[in-house]
């Protein structure tokens, strides 16, 4: 992702378009905290573009807001956002034109801010929202100094200019819908190259002409262009794409990329990062832990070696080589002598180095006059931007390793030629910096006298997009869970209140009953318990199944047996073999029934139990493929799983997304864009077709039997509701409707980017009065 040479050493980022001026924000929830016990946070890394905070914190808070005031008459109301968070998920540090240095923070939320904090005093300068985006993992400065942004979800290209302080949002630089997301961006001359997902589309954007060139989809049936490099002076362009991985080239003088990919790696799933020197292109695999150096002349490997660190550094500016971490601990290679030397210096324990950038000090003149209080690397005449917050949170130093050597300045010779005459040259000072957490912990390191600081910052929490909603047995509380970030909200439907635990992860499918939150935790494919009788703290949520040996990443379905005596499990498997995994959860004796490859190469997304008979619906979405075959609706008895029967819908479809049995035992479903009804392997199914095309792999529908007898659901961020006899639809919103759940008084809730919103069904206004009443 990164194009640096020996001699460059800001690194570079995204892409614009048009220029359309945005306001910056300083805004904070208005949300009272109270402290409570919490729970430590989840250590183990989430792909997929994002992290998951590898810090040891413990918390959590719970957020009480004023009570909603009840809306008596039909319609939506805004109960605002549920979780709010401080978590960066990518980072760049470099200069302006004046030498002087910033960190730069993409703070996921909905919508997503960067963070702008001076490097020298580390204070918060700027905090901008990215409008129409959640996130942004695309991220490079021109030679100017100015950053550029690669946002998510309708791929909008912003840039930070800090040598003027301005903040510009240019709009969305791909024409194909299909690419939503910049996955990547590189400037090299006035080109900013950006890859997206998921059309797997590559652009060029000139920042002179503002004119875009489209590369178009980089290969059929890969969604992701995951990494960039680029050479404008040598019009030379490599990628990344996936998944499964590739790596290309587009040579000079030729329209085509031509792959240059090993054998040995092509069952790797991408290179989440590359780096281009003068004579060499190092990609960083995923999800081998692998760096493997390319010969940039003849693509051939001269290298390989196992990191832990998410990419590996430019040349360091004294030409020696690149710096990486693994287990910790800071590791410097040498190209010449392919040797690898342990710095014995380590990173806070349980952070590996999420990016790695090089501050060069300029060191002060003979002959230069200034006050003792200049800051080493000020630069005479630079122009230095008011401060506004310090965002210092904590700052640790770590003494020097009295083992590592002692750096001597280079001797520099007499301009008389004589020998006996040389002097010391000025040594040019640097330092090695980089992200270490999704809390924005950065660390320093200085090569020249062994030393390492980090720093914690106090960044400012985003709300986050809501991602899975369920609501409480006894309707009296909604549950929420935030898209990559995680966290759990907690909606009080009578008064009103809000509580929000932190450190969990993202929930993929959640169900309470009997008191205890059943959730499918992401990533490892777990199933978390959450016993709502006593505090949230260690030990609860307790881990009682973790799929992830069983080459499952996902926990996509859950739901109760027998009245929740046991709990059924559906997965996503992300390497294995086969298909997903149905597992069941014996509640009182704690053993686990498993059965692997249950659908062959499909994934379990819905289940559904009805007397003795499970029922249950797949994504053909499996291990980064898709599988021909339609998606599969099938049953079976609980007393023999294996012996499952298929039901032939008469239709195909790509996933069934939501099952439940209504009040008449009729099992009702969404297969793609279709409702469908199942009475018995005797009886006509009826259908009914909401939508011709949908998105997604595993989730983009939800229905229910509401109180007033009708099908509610939730499709592509669309709200129907069905009449159950005669199949009649009903459409109640047109966008921005996601997940759905409902309260006691049968109203309904949904989310829309980081709020949850109530509809207020009208035949229920009498029982919310009198809820309200209480």
């Known amino acids: 992702m990164k194009k640096i040479s020996t001699a460059m050493l800001a690194m570079v980022l995204a892409a614009p378009m048009s220029s359309v001026h945005a306001e910056e924000i300083v805004k904070k929830p208005m949300v009272e905290v109270k402290e409570q016990q919490g729970i430590e946070g989840i250590k183990d890394v989430v792909e997929e573009n994002l992290e998951v905070d590898n810090s040891e914190e413990w918390l959590d808070d719970i957020i009480e807001e004023k009570p909603v005031e009840e809306v008596i008459e039909e319609g939506y109301e805004n109960l605002g956002p549920m979780i709010f968070k401080a978590s960066a998920v990518s980072s760049k540090i470099a200069a302006n034109n004046e030498g002087d240095y910033f960190i730069y923070y993409i703070m996921h939320g909905s919508p997503a801010a960067l963070v702008v904090v001076d490097y020298t005093s580390k204070e918060i300068l700027h905090t901008f929202t990215l409008e129409d985006s959640k996130s942004a993992w695309g991220l490079d400065v021109d030679e100017n100094g100015k950053l550029w942004v690669g946002g998510s979800v309708s791929s909008v290209l912003y840039s930070y200019d800090p040598n003027e302080e301005v903040f510009e949002k240019h709009g969305a630089i791909f ?157 410097k290679y040498e190209f010449e002598t392919k040797m690898h030397t342990e710095l014995g210096v380590y990173l806070p324990k349980g952070t590996e180095a999420i990016n790695l950038d090089f501050i060069v000090k300029n060191p002060k003149l003979p002959n230069e006059e200034g006050t003792g209080d200049e800051s080493e690397n000020t630069v005479p005449g630079a122009v230095t931007a008011p401060k506004v917050e310090s965002g210092v949170k904590n700052t640790e130093i770590i003494v020097p390793n009295p083992a590592l050597p002692i750096i001597v300045p280079p001797l520099k010779e007499n301009p008389n030629g004589d020998p006996s005459e040389e002097t010391l040259e000025e040594p040019k000072e640097w330092i090695l910096s980089g992200m270490v957490d999704n809390l924005g912990q950065i660390f320093e390191y200085n090569p020249q006298t062994g030393e390492l600081q980090y720093h914690n910052f106090n960044l400012p929490e985003q709300p986050v997009e809501l991602y899975t909603l369920a609501s409480s047995s006894d309707g009296k509380h909604i549950y929420a869970n935030g898209y990559m970030s995680g966290g759990l909200g907690v909606y009080n439907v009578a008064t009103g209140n809000k509580e929000l635990y932190r450190n969990i992860s993202q929930v993929e499918s959640m169900f309470e009953i009997n008191n205890k939150l059943y959730i499918g935790a992401y990533p490892l494919a777990r199933l978390l318990v959450y016993d709502r009788s006593i505090p949230w703290g260690v030990g609860n949520p307790a881990e009682v199944i973790r799929m992830s040996s069983h080459g499952q990443e996902r926990s996509t379905a859950v739901a109760p047996y027998n009245k929740g005596k046991e709990i059924i499990l559906g997965t996503l498997p992300d390497t294995s073999v086969g298909g997903g995994a149905l597992v069941f959860y014996d509640t009182s004796t704690k053993k686990t029934e498993i059965y692997e490859d249950y659908i062959y190469n499909q994934s379990i997304v819905s289940l559904v139990s009805r007397g003795t008979q499970v029922f249950g619906g797949t994504s053909i979405h499996a291990n980064q493929q898709v599988n021909p075959r339609g998606a599969r609706l099938f049953y079976f008895d609980r007393f023999n799983p294996e012996a499952k029967k298929y039901i032939h819908l008469p239709f195909s479809s790509s996933m069934i997304t939501s099952l439940i049995v209504d009040k008449e035992n009729y099992v009702w479903g969404m297969a793609d864009g279709k409702l469908f009804k199942y009475k018995d392997e005797w009886t006509d199914i009826e259908t009914v077709e909401l939508l011709p095309l949908i998105s997604g792999r595993f989730r983009n529908a939800q229905i229910l039997e509401g109180v007033d007898g009708y099908i509610y659901g939730s499709v592509e961020g669309k709200l129907f509701r069905v009449t159950k006899d005669s199949l009649k639809v009903e459409w109640l919103k047109d966008k921005g409707v996601y997940g759905l759940e409902q309260d006691l008084n049968g109203n309904l809730y949904y989310y829309d980017g980081s709020n949850l919103w109530r509809y207020t069904i009208e035949k229920n206004r009498g029982k919310q009065a009198e809820s309200a009443g209480k």
């Open 175 to 331: 024409s194909n819908k299909s690419d939503t997301s910049i996955q990547d961006l590189i400037v090299s001359g006035n080109k900013v190259y950006a890859g997206s997902a998921y059309g797997g589309s590559l652009v060029a954007f000139d920042t002179e002409t503002k004119e875009i060139e489209e590369f178009g989809q980089i290969r059929k049936r890969k969604e992701f262009v995951k990494a960039i490099v680029a050479d404008e002076d040598k019009d030379e362009i490599y990628v990344s794409i996936g998944s499964p991985m590739d790596l290309l080239v587009k040579k000079p003088n030729t329209k085509n990329f031509t792959s240059f990919l090993p054998a040995k790696y092509m069952s790797e799933k991408y290179a989440q990062d590359l780096v281009l020197t003068d004579n060499y292109i190092i990609a960083r695999l995923h999800p081998s832990n692998m760096a493997v150096i390319f010969d940039r002349k003849t693509l051939k490997i001269v290298d390989e070696f196992e990191l832990s660190s998410k990419t590996v550094s430019a040349v360091s500016p004294n030409g020696e080589g690149i710096y990486y971490t693994k287990g910790q601990q800071l590791i």
